[in-house]
């Protein structure tokens, strides 16, 4: 589907979806260059992004994924056994719960099926509302960090065993 997203093949990776995908999703295309890299290792596959799709509208509404596979190097300052999340929600659909129930569930998955027990989220200062989103999941702000995309980003844990 991102092989689509790429090429600007709405058609093609609707088809592949049976959803309707939203323009706005193709706002970012170097986050999809990003995960077709990912693509090259097989191995992340599991971890990659997933679409969510109101299923009553045959819409897709935003993306849910991990940054990486588990344990990468640049996590393990902050944690052992970590993914980083990552999430998107298209404009008319926030604030509804959408994100706090893709995050939440991809997040279980991780735990269950993987044993992955601690979750980084990197919020820029000025995200209000992914700020507010993250805490409610019970992420603790550890540190900061310079991003060469997106600059000054928060660095938040979740530890999901706490929240058991």
């Given at each position: 589907m991102i092989s689509n997203f790429l090429k600007n093949d709405l058609e093609g990776a609707t088809l592949l979806l049976k959803a309707k995908i939203p323009v706005e999703m193709f706002d970012h295309p170097g986050s999809l260059r990003y995960g077709?890299?990912?693509f090259e290792d097989s191995d992340y596959l599991p971890w990659s992004a997933r679409a969510i799709i109101l299923v009553d509208e045959d819409q897709m509404i935003g993306l849910v994924r991990f940054h990486s596979?588990?344990?990468p190097e640049y996590l393990k300052e902050y944690a052992t056994n970590a993914v980083e999340l990552g999430y998107r929600i298209i404009k008319d659909y926030r604030k509804k719960g959408?994100?706090?129930e893709a995050a939440t569930a991809i997040m279980d998955w991780a735990n269950?099926?993987?044993g992955v027990e601690n979750f980084i989220?990197?919020?820029s200062p000025g995200?209000?509302?992914s700020l507010k989103l993250i805490s409610s999941l019970g992420f603790e702000k550890?540190?900061?960090v310079m991003d060469d995309i997106d600059g000054l980003e928060y660095v938040?844990?979740?530890n999901i065993i706490k929240h058991l």
């Open positions: 077709l890299k990912q596979k588990p344990n959408y994100a706090t269950i099926n993987f989220a990197s919020v995200n209000k509302d550890i540190g900061e938040f844990l979740r």
